[in-house]
């Protein structure tokens, strides 16, 4: 099988994210794109899925609003699709418009439970090893993502956990990102974080403050929908928490050749 091949095999599962903390002059452009949720990407070729999500405070899991801190979780049909539009007008006015951005370009390796009644297909092999490609052959971090939708009348005490889980995910050894997001602020929440290895994502997962507060929901009921997704990156780039993250997608590249043919045309204007 050739790359190109591997690129465009319809999978139904190869993911994108991009977090993002808007500089404070571009705030109420990510407020727009928020409230035009994925309405705004129904033209975008390949999409199969999207959420555009809010953050809490500092981008943690927090019932605190963030003003600046943005997540974009998109499915699409094949990795050509996926790259394209993380190389497209969207993903460059956010990152452009950014302080800090990540963007990884994810294959789906395990997946329990439903997002809107749908549940996510795995990645399969062939793609999942398109990763190689663009990484080198690195080794690349895994990435997991929670999302569960909250009995209304069980919010608060859900909430209750919340802040502890919160604490140890950011100072866990081996976490290297992570970030809180929600669909519908309280409600309906998601965790996107990035593991250095499995063993560190299972020592968090199943220890500590974020065990008790996983124990609790099942035995409560506190979720009448959920979804629990591990990943493996295929490619990333960008900037977190200070962290530089490099670039195996070519996003800087591309986005600094955006920039220089900016500055032709405005001397061309002249």
Not at 35 to 49: E, I, S, T
Not at 259 to 267: C, G, L, M, R, Y
Request: charged share 15%; hydrophobic share 45%.
């Amino acid at each position: 099988m050739t790359t190109l091949d591997l690129v465009n095999t319809d999978v139904s599962g190869v993911v994108v994210v991009v977090l993002v903390d808007y500089l404070r002059q571009y705030r109420s452009w990510g407020w727009m794109r928020l409230v035009a949720g994925p309405a705004g990407l129904k033209q975008v070729p390949g999409l199969l899925f999207a959420k555009v999500m809010g953050s809490g405070h500092a981008g943690g899991f927090s019932i605190r609003p963030s003003p600046s801190h943005q997540g974009l979780v998109c499915r699409f049909k094949n990795t050509d699709s996926a790259l394209k539009f993380l190389h497209g007008p969207h993903v460059s006015a956010m990152r452009e418009k950014a302080r800090e951005s990540w963007s990884g370009l994810l294959a789906v390796t395990s997946a329990r439970g439903t997002w809107d009644q749908a549940k996510w297909p795995l990645t399969d092999e062939d793609s999942r090893k398109y990763g190689d490609v663009l990484s080198g052959h690195k080794v690349q971090p895994l990435a997991v993502l929670t999302r569960a939708s909250i009995v209304p009348s069980k919010t608060m005490a859900f909430w209750r956990y919340a802040p502890a889980a919160q604490a140890d995910l950011q100072h866990s050894n081996g976490c290297l990102l992570s970030m809180g997001l929600g669909e519908i602020p309280l409600v309906r929440q998601c965790t996107f974080s990035l593991w250095q290895d499995q063993q560190a994502m299972r020592d968090y997962a199943f220890q500590g403050a974020h065990q008790t507060a996983i124990a609790a929901a099942y035995k409560n009921d506190f979720f009448s929908e959920s979804l629990f997704v591990h990943m493996q990156v295929l490619g990333m780039s960008g900037q977190w928490m200070g962290q530089d993250f490099g670039d195996d997608l070519g996003l800087n590249v591309a986005q600094a050749k955006l920039a220089a043919n900016s500055s032709v045309q405005e001397v061309a204007h002249v």
